[in-house]
């Protein structure tokens, strides 16, 4: 383990300012290049408090702009169209770079990394996806995947789609049982 001072809040490690300790991979690979840590030795703690109140400035100041910008976003939804089997599988899936590329269309630029996705989406319908515009500040933005822009519309008014697909099946079923006990009763005459 090494210790490593956080030069902004960590989720699940810390905030901004604590030494902490750290696998010397986590440190090496994420924490390291993308400036989120500097090793904590004395030289480093001693620059880190001389700079610490600039520092929190500039957090603060890069905080309450992505609060902005959450604030004006909020309620984001995108549309994502995709290719699908009958049972609402896609053929391929949906990434956090289709999902980023949506987002910049709809008027917010953000990159594929401050997307916060679990696992790839993989069905059609409604998910909620959470942006991430800062350390500290959440976007949740509404990712609606379907077949055609009609059905990602009824999909945005709650509308089940799948009632409505069994509903023509079935009436596809009537109408053809129908036709058939009509050319049975054709083939008696």
């Known amino acids: 383990m090494i210790e490593v001072i956080l030069m902004q809040r960590v989720d699940k490690l810390g905030q ?3 030494v902490v300790k750290v696998r010397p991979g986590y440190a090496r690979n994420f924490l390291l290049p993308k400036g989120r840590a500097i090793r904590a030795n004395k030289d480093n703690l001693a620059r880190f408090e001389r700079e610490r109140v600039q520092l929190e400035a500039l957090n603060l100041k890069r905080r309450e702009e ?3 910008i959450a604030e004006r976003m909020d309620g984001l939804s ?3 169209i995709r290719q699908a089997g009958e049972s609402g599988g896609l053929y391929g899936s949906v990434s956090s770079r289709d999902i980023a590329d949506a987002a910049k269309a709809a008027g917010l630029t953000v990159a ?3 997307i916060l996705l679990e696992q790839p989406i993989k069905t059609l319908g409604v998910t909620q996806v959470k942006v991430e515009l800062h350390p ?3 976007l949740p933005i509404s990712v609606n995947v379907a077949r055609s822009v009609e059905e990602a519309e009824k999909q945005a008014r709650g ?3 799948r009632a409505e697909q069994q509903a ?3 009436s596809l079923e009537a109408e053809l049982a129908a036709e058939l006990s009509e050319l049975g009763a054709a083939s008696e005459d």
């Open 16 to 18: 901004m300012g604590e």
């Open 168 to 170: 023509e099946e079935e």
């Open 112 to 114: 594929r990394s401050q």
């Open 159 to 161: 509308e089940d789609l």
């Open 136 to 138: 500290e500040v959440l």
């Open 78 to 80: 995108v549309v994502i």
């Open 66 to 68: 992505a609060e902005r």
